[in-house]
C-alpha cells in the first residue's frame, strides 16, 4: 500500500539545562557552571524511493534527541543529534499549525529543508558572573524545541504520465516498454496505486484508472488526479473494444479540467489500445473519430502485441528534447 498523503507530528529537541558549580580549588572558587547543549533539528529530504512515506503509515511523531546537561566544571553538553527524514521526490509539505496555504515543495534527490528547530541550551551559572555578582547561583534551563504538525503530500513527478479509464492496458504498456512486472487482469481497477519504471532517461508513471466524477472526490480520483500534476506529458489510452471512444476520450479530459485547468494544457498524445481485438477498419473509423474530438493531441492505433508506436514517440521526446 502506497502512502502519499499522511499528516505526522515533528518534535525537535529540547535544549539541555545549564548547570551551577563552582571551583573547589583554593584560591579559585569562581563559577564553573557549564551551559546545556543544543536540542537536535529535524530536516526532511528527498530521495527516490517512491515508498518512503509508508514509514508513517502506523508511527505519526517523530522526534529529534534533546541536548545534553552541562556539567559543573565548565563541560558543556553535548548537542543533540539532528533527525533527517527521508520523503520522496515529490513530496508537498504543508504546515498545519501555520498560516494557511504556507508550503515547500521537495523536488530533488537530496534537497534538504529544515522543518523543526532544536532548543537552545541553557546558560550555566558561569555565564552570569559579574564584578558585582561573583558568586552566582543561577542558571537556565534549556528552551524547548519546536513542534511541528505537517502534512506530506506526494505528487509524483514523472516525464510522462500514462491516464485513462480502467481496463485500458496503461499497467501493460509500462511492463512492455520498462522491462517490469507489475500486476494485469481482465478486469477494472487491478492498479491501485501508480506504478514507476524507467524507458532509457524517460521516467514513467502508470497513473490507476479514472471514472466519471472523479474531480468529485468519487472513487480515488483526487488521489490518482494529483499524482499528474507534474507530469510533464501525457499518454491518454483509450480501448478500442470500448463502444464509444470518444465518449471514453471526453471524460477523462473533463475530470483533468474540473481539477486542474493546467492539466489539460499539457502535451498529449491519444493512443488507441488494444486494437488487434478489432478489424483494421474500425479500428481506423476509431482513430479518425477520436482525432476530430482531440485536434490538438497525436493520435496513434497501438496493438498489444507491438509498442512500435509508443516507443517512436519516445525516442522523439528524447530526440527532440521537449522534456
Known amino acids: 500500500m502506497l502512502i502519499d498523503d499522511v499528516v505526522i507530528t515533528i518534535h525537535a529537541g529540547k535544549g539541555g539545562d545549564g548547570a ?34 509508508n514509514q508513517f503509515r502506523f508511527k505519526k511523531e517523530v522526534s529529534a534527541s534533546s541536548g545534553g546537561g552541562g556539567d559543573k566544571m565548565m563541560h558543556d553538553g553535548k548537542n543533540g543529534d539532528d533527525l533527517v527524514v527521508r520523503v520522496p521526490v515529490g513530496t508537498v509539505v504543508h504546515f498545519e499549525d501555520m498560516a494557511v496555504g504556507l508550503y515547500e515543495e521537495i523536488v530533488g534527490v537530496g534537497e534538504r529543508i529544515l522543518i ?14 559579574s564584578s558585582r555578582n561573583t558568586s552566582p547561583k543561577e542558571a537556565e534551563k534549556g528552551r524547548p524545541g519546536e513542534v511541528r504538525s505537517v502534512r506530506l503530500e506526494l505528487k509524483l513527478i514523472a516525464d510522462v504520465g500514462f491516464i485513462g479509464l480502467p481496463s485500458a492496458g496503461k499497467t501493460s504498456l509500462l511492463n512492455a516498454l520498462t522491462n517490469t512486472n ?27 484508472g479514472i471514472i466519471e466524477g472523479a474531480s468529485g472526490g468519487r472513487g480515488l480520483g483526487i488521489k490518482f488526479l494529483r499524482h499528474i500534476e507534474r ?14 471512444p470518444c465518449h471514453a476520450y471526453s471524460i477523462i479530459r473533463t475530470e483533468l479540467e474540473k481539477h486542474s485547468a493546467g492539466l489539460v494544457q499539457k502535451k498529449e498524445y491519444v493512443f488507441l489500445s488494444k486494437s488487434d481485438t478489432l478489424s483494421p477498419k474500425e479500428c481506423e473509423e476509431k482513430l479518425v473519430a477520436l482525432k476530430t474530438v482531440s485536434p490538438s493531441a497525436e493520435a496513434f492505433s497501438l496493438y498489444d502485441k507491438s509498442i512500435k508506436k509508443v516507443t517512436d514517440v519516445l525516442q522523439i521526446i528524447i530526440k527532440e528534447k521537449i522534456i
Open 182 to 208: 507489475k500486476k494485469v487482469a481482465n478486469y477494472p481497477f487491478t492498479t491501485l496505486e501508480p506504478n514507476i519504471g524507467v524507458y532509457e532517461n524517460l521516467i514513467l508513471a502508470d497513473i490507476p
Open 231 to 244: 507530469t510533464k506529458i501525457l499518454f491518454h489510452l483509450i480501448a478500442a473494444d470500448c463502444e464509444d
Open 116 to 129: 523543526a528547530k532544536g532548543g537552545r541550551g541553557g546558560k550555566g551559572n558561569f555565564h552570569f558572573r
Open 20 to 53: 551551577v558549580g563552582f571551583n573547589k580549588l583554593p584560591g579559585a572558587k569562581g563559577p564553573t557552571g557549564a551551559s546545556g547543549g543544543r536540542g537536535g533539528s529535524v530536516y526532511l529530504e528527498g530521495v527516490s524511493d517512491l515508498g518512503a512515506l
